[in-house]
């Protein structure tokens, strides 16, 4: 099936007929209005209007916590996304991935309902748990939630505590959680808070001797080429490293005729070990920055944030005292 793009998408006859109705109530101008101030914005008068603001307020593109969540997840080996809250929240978030790349992409939801939002959300936990294991057999099913979660207060660890319990999944079974409230943050706020989840959850227990890796977090990077590029540039270095998380061969995998449920991802031994590196770079800093901190107090790690951006972050002096800021 193709899947097309929302531009493509938007442009079919169901779709202009639909905007046509809804112009009947929304008192929008008419369509001449709208093509002479398309070309008044090419004029000069407009330019020099343009160029005196001095004050200007952004409302930057952003989706909410959980995609970040689910996009970050599935960037580590065998694991299944898994969203506390209602099915059509997830569906937004695997049909915008999905579009995105041009790449199926998994993640569960428990299909929370009414009955839910007043008695919690434990039975759809269980239940959600239990199937996801038996159907989809991942090596980690990471937990992040929804509005409907967050405003009823649903307690993750608790209830993944109840799932070992009752046998529902395996004891040894890797289960991180992040708690992602649609109504704070954005998509990039989901991610850091997951990536911490993850990192947690995996290197409970790994500490060992250093392992001289450095740990690399893009962050929400949605150029799968960035991720092979680093890679590609970093083993011409000899420089040993393990990227959290490689979402390269998740979101561009190779076209073979047989689908693949996992077909890539951080390898959960290197992850685990990844408490051992000697420091960690992240490449973006807005959604790395809960992690940094973790890993900098908790591991008692050298991490610092570092985008291969401008002559200033790539010029060999900055990058040797760079070096010497980590410790390396």
Same mark, same amino acid.
């Given at each position: 099936?193709k899947?097309k793009?929302? *531009?493509e998408l938007?442009? #079919?006859?169901e779709?202009? #007929?639909?905007f046509?109705?809804?112009k009947e109530?929304? =008192?929008c101008? %008419?369509?001449?209005?709208v093509q002479?101030?398309a ?7 407009y330019?020099?209007? *343009?160029?005196k603001r001095?004050?200007?307020?952004? $409302?930057?593109?952003?989706?909410? /916590?959980p995609?970040?969540?689910v996009f970050c ?11 506390q809250?209602?099915?059509g929240?997830?569906a ?7 579009r995105?790349f ?5 993640a569960v939801?428990? %299909?929370?309902?009414e009955d839910?939002?007043v008695f919690?959300g434990? *039975?759809n936990m269980?239940?959600?748990?239990? $199937?996801?294991?038996?159907?989809y057999?991942p090596?980690m099913l990471a937990?992040s +939630? +929804?509005?409907?979660?967050?405003v009823i207060?649903?307690?993750l =660890?608790?209830?993944?505590r109840?799932?070992?319990e009752?046998g529902?999944?395996p004891k040894?079974l ?12 954005s998509?990039i +706020?989901g991610?850091? =808070?997951?990536m911490?989840?993850i990192l947690?959850a995996v290197?409970a227990?790994?500490k060992?001797?250093? $392992?001289?890796?450095?740990?690399i ?5 949605t150029?799968t080429g960035?991720?092979r590029?680093?890679?590609?540039l ?6 040993k490293?393990?990227i959290?998380?490689d979402v ?6 190779p076209t +073979?005729g047989e689908y693949k449920l996992?077909?890539?991802g @951080?390898p959960?031994?290197d992850a685990?070990d990844?408490i051992n590196?000697?420091?960690?770079i992240a490449?973006q ?5 809960k ?9 008692s /790690?050298?991490?610092?944030?570092? @985008?291969p951006?401008?002559?200033? $972050?790539?010029?060999p ?6 070096d010497?800021?980590l410790?390396?």
């Amino acid at each position: 099936m193709k899947i097309k793009d929302h *531009n493509e998408l938007f442009q #079919e006859q169901e779709y202009l #007929e639909q905007f046509e109705r809804k112009k009947e109530f929304e =008192n929008c101008p %008419s369509a001449e209005e709208v093509q002479r101030t398309a070309e008044w914005t090419k004029t000069e008068e407009y330019r020099e209007l *343009n160029f005196k603001r001095k004050h200007i307020k952004i $409302n930057p593109a952003k989706a909410c /916590q959980p995609l970040g969540a689910v996009f970050c997840a599935s960037g580590f080996e065998g694991t299944l996304p898994f969203v506390q809250g209602a099915q059509g929240c997830v569906a937004y978030f695997r049909s915008h991935l999905s579009r995105h790349f041009k790449e199926p992409m998994t993640a569960v939801s428990t %299909s929370m309902t009414e009955d839910a939002a007043v008695f919690g959300g434990l *039975n759809n936990m269980l239940e959600g748990l239990e $199937n996801a294991y038996t159907l989809y057999h991942p090596k980690m099913l990471a937990v992040s +939630t +929804t509005c409907m979660a967050e405003v009823i207060g649903d307690d993750l =660890n608790a209830y993944i505590r109840t799932a070992r319990e009752k046998g529902v999944i395996p004891k040894d079974l890797p289960v991180p959680f992040a708690h992602t409230p649609s109504f704070v943050g954005s998509h990039i +706020t989901g991610y850091d =808070n997951m990536m911490k989840g993850i990192l947690t959850a995996v290197t409970a227990g790994k500490k060992g001797e250093p $392992n001289g890796k450095i740990n690399i977090i893009p962050g929400f990077d949605t150029y799968t080429g960035n991720y092979r590029e680093l890679k590609r540039l970093l083993n011409m270095m000899d420089v040993k490293h393990t990227i959290l998380a490689d979402v390269s061969d998740i979101y561009d995998s190779p076209t +073979t005729g047989e689908y693949k449920l996992y077909p890539g991802g @951080t390898p959960l031994t290197d992850a685990a070990d990844s408490i051992n590196a000697t420091a960690a770079i992240a490449l973006q800093k807005y959604s790395t920055s809960k992690t940094l901190d973790y890993i900098g107090k908790e591991w008692s /790690q050298s991490a610092a944030v570092l @985008t291969p951006i401008g002559i200033k $972050n790539t010029d060999p002096d900055f990058i040797y005292e760079f070096d010497k800021l980590l410790k390396i």
